[in-house]
């Protein structure tokens, strides 16, 4: 059954920082200060530092969301959504393209830890109808995003990643209370850079997610603390 979901905290609960360059992490956290509350570590970043990077996060206060994208046998999902409990962190992603099988094991494990939130993956956003059909999924990807969203309702989940581009789709779609997270967020003037669906954040918010996912906009700015306040400003407007 889903719970439901209390997005509080402000803007900046909402702005989910991405720390995908291990060795200016540490460095960026600490120029955005207690502004920031919400981090991404993806693959790159637990390969390079670890737990224990994951660790010193939570125990300084600050969310986390742990993107493993997960697609692996229901134990071994659960397992590994277990281990993140214990590391404390907030969401976890695991493919929904596994199946329900393993999105069912991934939220039965997620329950022993209050807090602990599962993410289905849906179409990740490198990825377009050309790249879908090169995989041998026939379908758009509004139409295999939107699939995806429901075998993660129906599994428990409680929300999805997408991109922007599906967010309205989502929304209107999905239940209230489902959280839809989105990378692909990049100022206007930014090149796309990996994500082939992207928007900016207030677009994204605008058209129904709860979380914006931002990298380089804020990581590789002169300025990022000066780059997160203008987001937010963006986000109040």
Not at 25 to 39: C, I, Q, T
Not at 45 to 52: H, K, R
Not at 138 to 157: D, F, K, M, N, W
Request: hydrophobic share 50%.
């Amino acid at each position: 059954m889903l719970v439901k979901i209390s997005l509080g905290g402000g803007l900046n609960q909402r702005i989910i920082v991405s720390l995908d360059f291990p060795a200016a992490a540490s460095d960026l956290v600490r120029k955005l200060g207690p502004a920031a509350s919400f981090y991404k570590v993806g693959l790159q970043l637990l390969t390079a530092a670890g737990p224990s990077f994951v660790r010193e996060l939570v125990d300084a206060g600050k969310r986390v969301f742990l993107d493993l994208k997960l697609f692996e046998i229901p134990s071994s999902v659960a397992a590994a959504v277990a281990a993140a409990g214990e590391l404390g962190i907030s969401q976890v992603t695991v493919h929904a393209s596994a199946g329900s099988a393993v999105l069912e094991a991934a939220v039965a494990s997620a329950a022993h830890f209050p807090g602990l939130e599962v993410l289905a993956l849906t179409v990740i956003t490198s990825m377009d109808d050309e790249a879908l059909r090169e995989v041998g999924v026939v379908s758009t990807v509004p139409e295999q995003v939107l699939r995806l969203a429901l075998l993660a309702q129906a599994a428990g989940c409680h929300g999805v990643v997408a991109s922007p581009l599906e967010a309205r789709l989502l929304r209107n779609t999905l239940p209230q209370e489902m959280l839809i997270v989105t990378p692909g967020i990049q100022p206007l003037e930014f090149a796309k850079g990996d994500h082939a669906r992207f928007t900016t954040a207030a677009q994204a918010i605008e058209a129904g997610a709860t979380h914006v996912v931002v990298g380089r906009p804020i990581s590789r700015a002169l300025n990022p603390a000066v780059s997160f306040a203008a987001l937010c400003a963006e986000l109040d407007g």
